[in-house]
């Protein structure tokens, strides 16, 4: 069953498991999971729902039991200024269903046809990419939609706002399967090889569940903010960066906080990125970016962010790490707009490209050694990571992009935006 509903859109033309055993749960203390809400169709065996491929991971997780301040209210309260229309917008599609600023956006991942949006009027929509047609209005939200995203399968779409409701709708039936209320809400993302669900809160605990069921484990913490969180490569740890500058692993199977790294550096950690050989950890915080080895628990070295000629650190937003083996390269943006890319094997910076807004997000192209930038001026840009070239740049919005997701097939870019409004850029 699908629900439509009226939207405004502009069509354009074209521009230039891994885990088994995770039934094992015990069930005595586990957090209800809204029985009101289906959870399974009555014919479907869990142990078939949760069949995943056996050469991409052994069993690695046994889960067990286990409001927004006034300052924030007023930051997100504020009304965007809206910037002079740019010389040409380049979108594809234009989304404009939103009433206020879009926080989170995401491309579902396995045919890339549909995509989420989660915004500051507390509504996420589910829409298809190719004509901007909304499936999913999500509603019961009170708060901001500051998280979304889809399922490793595109099973399940998952939307979370600021005072920490976690909503699960399954994308068949575009029904609500799960709820669940954890506070304030800081991060959310999904397991990259099963239904599992993370989430960091405000008063420092992880949560992670498995979907539809519900089952529940709880990180606990010692009273810092939960700032960010990544899942690592071996699906079997992730890596919490806190309001304190720590970093802490975690052990997913065992539910236990396995070791702590300090920056030594009073600040909280704004990003994080895993390598792939599961050990190294790129983080950033205040003016530094730093690298940390998850297997000997401590910080093994600090990437500079000072440009020439420049007495001032940067502010380091977003970092990210290349998926390439034989390329070991590491990626930072500053609020001041500077990108760098560093050699992490021969510790050494490659290039520094200063773009003309903050940068507020960077991902790494799957396929090509380069990397995407979202900034506060309203561009998306594509980089070279080998030249430090600008190869490409899309424009259309008039305020800050907050949020940016590529598909899976490299044929689309889906943008979340100030000006209260979401597109889908083609690629070439």
Same mark, same amino acid.
């Given at each position: ?236 740890? *992730?890596?919490? #960066?806190?309001?304190? +500058?720590? &970093?802490?692993?975690? !052990? /997913? ?76 390269? *590491?990626?930072? #943006?500053?609020?001041? +707009?500077? &990108?760098?890319?560093? !050699? /992490? ?84």
């Amino acid at each position: 069953m699908f629900w439509c509903f009226d939207q405004k859109l502009e069509v354009r033309g074209t521009v230039r498991s891994p885990l088994q055993g995770l039934l094992d749960m015990p069930k005595s203390d586990t957090p209800p999971s809204s029985p009101h809400y289906p959870q399974m169709d009555d014919d479907e065996d869990e142990e078939e729902f949760f069949e995943v491929n056996e050469d991409e991971l052994e069993e690695v997780l046994n889960l067990a039991d286990g409001g927004r301040s006034d300052e924030e209210d007023e930051a997100f309260d504020d009304e965007p200024v809206l910037g002079p229309p740019p010389e040409r917008d380049d979108a594809f599609l234009l989304f404009s269903q939103h009433s206020s600023s879009i926080f989170s956006c995401h491309i579902e991942p396995t045919n890339g046809k549909l995509a989420v949006t989660g915004g500051q009027d507390d509504k996420a929509y589910v829409w298809e990419i190719e004509n901007g047609k909304i499936l999913l209005e999500c509603t019961g939200h009170q708060d901001s939609v500051t998280a979304v995203e889809f399922s490793q399968d595109g099973n399940y779409v998952a939307t979370a706002d600021m005072a920490g409701l976690v909503q699960v709708w399954r994308t068949s039936s575009m029904q609500k399967v799960w709820e669940y209320t954890m506070g304030d809400m800081t991060w959310m993302r999904w397991h990259h090889g099963t239904n599992v669900l993370m989430a960091g809160a405000a008063s420092s605990e992880v949560y992670m569940w498995k979907i539809p069921s519900g089952d529940c484990k709880v990180f606990g913490g010692s009273g810092e903010k939960s700032d960010c969180g990544v899942i690592l490569p071996d699906g079997k740890r *992730a890596c919490v #960066g806190y309001s304190d +500058g720590t &970093l802490k692993l975690l !052990d /997913l199977k065992a539910g236990s906080i396995v070791k702590s790294m300090s920056s030594d550096e009073a600040g909280t950690i704004s990003d994080i990125a895993a390598h792939h050989d599961n050990n190294l950890i790129l983080a950033g915080i205040n003016g530094k970016a730093f690298v940390a080895s998850c297997n000997q628990g401590k910080v093994l070295s600090t990437l500079h962010t000072q440009v020439p000629g420049g007495t001032e650190e940067q502010n380091v937003e977003a970092v990210a790490i290349s998926p390439d083996a034989s390329l070991p390269l *590491a990626a930072y #943006g500053t609020l001041e +707009g500077y &990108l760098f890319i560093w !050699d /992490l094997a021969h510790q050494a910076q490659r290039h520094i490209v200063h773009q003309q807004g903050a940068i507020t997000k960077i991902m790494w192209d799957q396929e090509r050694p380069s990397v995407y930038t979202s900034g506060t001026d309203g561009v998306l840009r594509h980089f070279d990571v080998r030249s430090g070239v600008l190869v490409q740049e899309w424009l259309g919005h008039r305020a800050d992009i907050l949020d940016f997701s590529r598909s899976r097939d490299g044929r689309y870019l889906l943008t979340a935006s100030d000006d209260k409004t979401s597109r889908i850029f083609k690629l070439d």
